[in-house]
Every structure is written in C-alpha cells, then in structure tokens.
T-cell receptor
Framework: AQSVTQPDIHITVSEGASLELRCNYS??????LFWYVQSPGQGLQLLLK??????LVQGIKGFEAEFKRSQSSFNLRKPSVHWSDAAEYFC?????????????FGKGTKLSVIP | ETGVTQTPRHLVMGMTNKKSLKCEQH?????MYWYKQSAKKPLELMFV???????ENNSVPSRFSPECPNSSHLFLHLHTLQPEDSALYLC??????????????FGEGSRLTVL
C-alpha cells in the first residue's frame, strides 16, 4: 500500500528566507504526487501536482516541487517566504485502485513565519 | 455560491444524538468524498461516491452513514458517536472519481465535537 512521510512536523522560517518541505513516498508504480496547503480554519487547496514529464513542477503562490524517483521524494520549495505562507502543508500520493480514486496524505508540516 | 460548501461549520453533539453534515459542490463534478482530519493523524478517506454510487467505504464504523442523492450533494449522517470521533470532517469533489490525475477541491470542513 502507498504511504507518505513528511518528516518535519513543524518548521519556522524568517520572512524572505528560502523554504524546503520534505516529502517521501512509498508506491510501487509511477506515483501521482500532490502538495496541498491548509490555512487555519480552511479546507485544503492544491499548490501543485506531478504526473509525468518534467520533474520540476511549478505551482501557485511561487511554489515549486521536484520529483526524484531515486530518492522517492517530492520536496516543496519556495525561494522567498511571505508571512501569508504560514499554514499547514500536506503531501499526497494518488492512485486508482479498486475502481475508485484515492489520495493518501502525509501527516502534514506546519509552517510558521517570523516577520 | 462557488466551490464546495459545508454546513454546519461547527457542531457539538452528545453521544446519543443524531445529526447530519451537509456538503454541496457547485463545480459540476461527478465524484464526492468524505475525509476525516484528526489531530496528529493523516487525513483519512472515509467514503467515495462516483456518479452517486458509493465506490469506496474505507472500513468506516456504521455509526457514520453517508448519503449521496445526486452528484452535487453529499451528506454524512451521524448517530451514537464516540468522543474519539471528534475531528474536522472535510468534503471534497473531483471531476472523475476513477482518475488519479484529477484534482480534489475541498470544502472548509465541519468541526465536530462529541461530548
């Protein structure tokens, strides 16, 4: 069965600093990978996704992620963090199985931004 | 109204009560989902409906009863819940419930507290 590990529960960065959130997945076939963001009191919003092709994908709000098959990783990056980026970030792997589509999520990484 | 709307946003109920959560999507999607989000645990998929048919029941206790009268509406009926059922319940929709490449659109969630 597929699984997703986000090793960092909580990360604090200064505004303007760079950011990298780690995600490792376990999946037998070619994975479909996603990053979602959840602001306090809100639902989840898709930041970006990877299905195939270029291993560096661009998303909304200036985020990007790089798929590395050899490391089973899909880390999220942003060159300069803004205070509004403070939120919880979830990595997910998707698959079609048993006739329905499922997303398996990691436990999330909470990002705090220091002004 | 746009997107995915969930009501109520907050619900407090006793263990013997019966209540329902409602979800409505205005995106013209064909698949709808219930997820449970508990503190310190990954998002757990509960149910999937594709074209009004339930295609996934992820070993959810029978005290949770879903209902999908049409592709735009999804309910979660609750009865004789336990305190450990307290969580944020997220509804989501996607264009096609059998494709792993589809994006999930989430509602803001219903925060449930069981006393």
């Amino acid at each position: 069965a597929q699984s997703v590990t986000q090793p960092d529960i909580h990360i604090t960065v200064s505004e303007g600093a760079s950011l990298e959130l780690r995600c490792n997945y376990s999946y037998g076939a070619t994975p479909y990978l996603f990053w979602y963001v959840q602001s306090p009191g809100q639902g989840l919003q898709l930041l970006l996704k990877y299905f195939s092709g270029d291993t560096l994908v661009q998303g909304i709000k200036g985020f990007e992620a790089e798929f590395k098959r050899s490391q089973s990783s899909f880390n999220l990056r942003k060159p300069s963090v803004h205070w509004s980026d403070a939120a919880e970030y979830f990595c997910a792997v998707g698959n079609s199985g048993a006739g329905s589509y499922q997303l398996t999520f990691g436990k999330g990484t909470k990002l705090s931004v220091i002004p | 109204e746009t997107g995915v709307t969930q009501t109520p946003r907050h619900l407090v109920m006793g263990m013997t009560n019966k209540k329902s959560l409602k979800c409505e999507q205005h995106l013209g999607h064909n698949a709808m989902y219930w997820y449970k989000q508990s503190a310190k645990k990954p998002l757990e998929l509960m149910f999937v409906y594709n074209f009004k048919e339930q295609t996934e029941n992820n070993s959810v206790p029978s005290r949770f009863s879903p209902e999908c009268p049409n592709s735009s509406h999804l309910f979660l009926h609750l009865h004789t819940l336990q305190p450990e059922d307290s969580a944020l319940y997220l509804c989501a929709s996607s264009q096609d419930g059998t494709s792993a490449t589809g994006e999930l659109f989430f509602g803001e969630g219903s925060r449930l507290t069981v006393l």
